[in-house]
């Protein structure tokens, strides 16, 4: 398995331009998550989904878009890049059920993203 | 609004101490709670998840304890090694019909050999 895999890994965007980053798991999870790290801080929540065709809002949305067309795919669109977005982008998923194993997130390696 | 806040943000400790490292979240209604390990330049690594009705969870040196009731949840490092040296971050699971999860802003680790 490899596991959640992120496209690219570094990414410079001038501001106004467009991007999408990609997510791609191969554990067959249904949860799959888009988190934002700026430095010195934990993470924010972005947009989430709990299966193919369903996704829904975290704490941080806005200049965002996601789509899940898939199990396996996630990607996270930014539209107008502006300067506020840099930062380091983590995708992560997780399987569906309640016991501690099932609970686990598994985080792909991140894409850090600066917008000049 | 749940807040997880972790104190201290950054510590040093000689190889081979015990070392404690705290999480503390404002809304007790939690579903569960995680302990992460973040090297430099990577991802995040699972290391312990707690359910709401468990007191602690153990892997090898690691222990993590919940109280859920003042808020607090407890990372104790057993024999610290070089190799623990990372940032090592807490998340809770608000909630049983919630899938989001809150991070706190995470203790920096550096073990001195």
């Known amino acids: 398995n490899a596991g959640v895999t992120q496209t690219p890994k570094f990414r410079i965007l001038k501001i106004g331009q467009s991007m999408t980053l990609q997510c791609t798991q191969d554990m067959n999870h249904n949860y799959m998550y888009w988190y934002r790290q700026d430095p010195g801080m934990g993470l924010k929540l972005i947009y989430y989904s709990v299966g193919a065709g369903i996704t829904d809002k975290g704490e941080v949305p806005n200049g965002y878009n996601v789509s899940r067309s898939t199990t396996e795919d996630f990607p996270l669109r930014l539209e107008l890049a502006a300067p506020s977005q840099t930062s380091v982008y983590f995708c992560?998923?997780?399987?569906?059920?309640?016991?501690?194993?099932?609970?686990?997130?598994?985080f792909g390696p991140g894409t850090r993203l600066l917008v000049l | 609004k749940q807040e997880v806040t972790q104190i201290p943000a950054a510590l040093s400790v000689p190889e081979g101490e015990n070392l404690v490292l705290n999480c503390s979240f404002t809304d007790s209604a939690i579903y569960n709670l995680q302990w992460f390990r973040q090297d430099p330049g990577k991802g995040l690594t699972s290391l312990l998840l707690i359910q709401s009705s468990q007191r602690e969870q153990t892997s090898g040196r690691l222990n993590a304890s919940l109280d859920k009731s003042s808020g607090r949840s407890t990372l104790y490092i057993a024999a610290s090694q070089p190799g623990d040296s990372a940032t090592y971050l807490c998340a809770v699971r608000h909630g049983s019909g919630t899938y989001k999860y809150i991070f706190g802003t995470g203790t920096r680790l550096k073990v001195l050999a």
């Open positions: 992560a998923s997780r399987p569906t059920g309640t016991v501690n194993a099932q609970e686990t997130q598994y």
